[in-house]
């Protein structure tokens, strides 16, 4: 997958993104990332990117042509992306959904915004779409687009083994069950005696059952989109901490 970042600050889309998972993903070449600094397709000796806002307000607001110009070099050079996104406060929610939907796009192109933000005609002459990691506001995109591209980049295959993809928080529209290892006691407090027994389908049954309650428990926004089946078993399940203490 190929990913191409437009940004005023590349080194804080670059950083995070140089370890771990997605480090080793660049490194292999299943993810392409491309980052280039809009200040590059500026016309003055100052490389400016943004100016005053018209109709007044405070703050700057980014300038289209850089931006406009580095997206069209990207599209002639590496042809055009499958999707073009404004990394905004006021776009569409990132979720599990959204991620497995970018992810299947072969080339994907991200805009930090800055500042104020960014001139409107870039959406429009652009065709862009403005996503948002979350209901809260940044400095900046750039480290939004950093979590766009760790999401998006663990859902391409080969990346990360694809059972460990499909059991996670939201792949099934439910929160991750707890996880436990080795001592089996520690300060007190053990290990479930289902996951100590060897027997895979009551752990399967176990592991679905806490699934439903740390749901429930933290985000009972999502319990309306639950099976019947999974409604009806939530009610008997039990409620509160699961982890016994050592007598």
């Not at 990117?49 to 002639?76: C, L, N």
């Not at 939201?170 to 001592?183: D, F, M, Q």
């Not at 740390?214 to 399940?237: E, F, G, I, K, M």
Request: aromatic share 4%.
């Amino acid at each position: 997958m190929r990913v191409d970042v437009l940004t005023l600050f590349p080194d804080l889309v670059d950083a995070p993104l140089s370890a771990s998972i997605v480090g080793r993903a660049r490194q292999t070449g299943a993810l392409d990332l491309n980052i280039h600094d809009i200040r590059s397709w500026t016309s003055d000796v100052h490389r400016t990117a943004d100016d005053t806002p018209y109709g007044g307000g405070p703050g700057m607001v980014m300038k289209a042509e850089p931006i406009v110009s580095g997206a069209e070099w990207i599209a002639e050079t590496h042809g055009s992306p499958g999707r073009t996104y404004i990394l905004s406060a006021s776009g569409k929610v990132l979720n599990h959904e959204l991620a497995v939907e970018i992810a299947g796009q072969g080339h994907i192109l991200l805009i930090c915004g800055h500042y104020e933000g960014i001139d409107d005609r870039v959406r429009t002459l652009l065709s862009a779409e403005e996503l948002s990691i979350g209901d809260f506001v940044l400095t900046g995109g750039e480290l939004a687009a950093a979590v766009v591209i760790d999401c998006v980049t663990r859902l391409i295959p080969g990346v990360i083994k694809a059972e460990s993809v499909a059991e996670e928080s939201h792949a099934a529209g439910l929160l991750e069950y707890p996880h436990y290892t080795r001592p089996a006691t520690f300060r007190g407090l053990s290990v479930p005696d289902v996951l100590l027994s060897g027997n895979h389908g009551e752990i399967s049954r176990w592991r679905h059952q806490q699934a439903l309650v740390r749901t429930a428990q933290n985000r009972p926004d999502l319990v309306p989109r639950l099976s019947d089946l999974d409604r009806r078993a939530l009610l008997n399940a039990p409620v509160g901490d699961r982890t016994s203490e050592q007598e």
